[in-house]
Antibody, heavy 122, light 109 residues
């Protein structure tokens, strides 16, 4: 059973870069059994997919975020990271990292972190 | 982008009764559809994947059906802990362009 825990600054200045880390336990981030993703949720609103990263290193992002997203993994620390550039008030949200199993019906998210709230303000 | 539309937005049901939630996709997503439950202050929890397969440790009172563009989540014998927000999620595209429905809030009547 994987456990995921997000961490990072809860407050980011407008136009700067949001950086979050997700620490994985209970399994290896290098495993071919899982893929990794980021999802966000503005306060009181629904879920928005940010992107996925795969064991191959390939990433796929939500086109609506216009190339502001980068994701990576650190296998030595069993962590994945998210960077979102040029943040505005529209980026205020709870950010979740999540993981899904490869295989049958791959794409759903089986495991979720508890989420971390990021506010954008000077 | 595939748009997922859930209905109703809010529904009020009495404990012990059955709730039927709907999710419609703007394009065919085959059976690449998941349902999540989100309780207040918590992360989403996977209930159903592949449109009809229950995730690990999910009670049998949760069932999913549908394929293509029309999907249903049925919750029978509603218990107090089932009153939450439910989201559908399509993961049919490759490369992935995942989208979620806007959610259905299930309230106690």
């Amino acid at each position: 059973q994987l456990q995921l825990q997000e961490s990072g600054p809860g407050l980011v200045n407008p136009s700067e870069t949001l950086s979050l880390t997700c620490t994985v336990s209970g399994g290896s981030i290098n495993s071919h059994s899982y893929f990794w993703g980021w999802i966000r949720q503005p306060p009181g609103k629904g879920l928005e997919w940010i992107g996925n990263i795969y064991y191959s290193g390939n990433t796929h992002n939500n086109p609506s975020l216009r190339g502001r997203v980068s994701m990576s993994v650190d296998t030595s620390r069993n962590q994945l990271s998210l960077r979102l550039a040029s943040v505005t008030a529209a980026d205020v949200a709870i950010y979740y990292c999540a993981s899904g199993r490869h295989g049958y019906s791959s794409g759903r998210y089986d495991f979720w972190g508890q989420g971390t709230l990021v506010t954008v303000s000077s | 982008e595939i748009v997922m539309t859930q209905s109703p937005v809010t529904m009020s049901v009495s404990p012990g009764e059955t709730a039927t939630l709907s999710c419609r996709a703007s394009q065919n997503v085959n059976n690449n559809l998941a349902w999540y439950q989100q309780r207040p202050g918590q992360a989403p929890r996977l209930l159903i994947y592949g449109a009809s397969s229950r995730a690990t440790d999910i009670p049998a009172r949760f069932s999913g059906s549908g394929s293509g563009t029309e999907f249903t989540l049925t919750i029978s014998s509603l218990q107090s802990e089932d009153f939450a927000i439910y989201y559908c999620h399509q993961y049919n595209d490759w490369p992935p362009k995942f989208t979620f429905g806007q959610g259905t809030k299930l309230e106690i009547k």
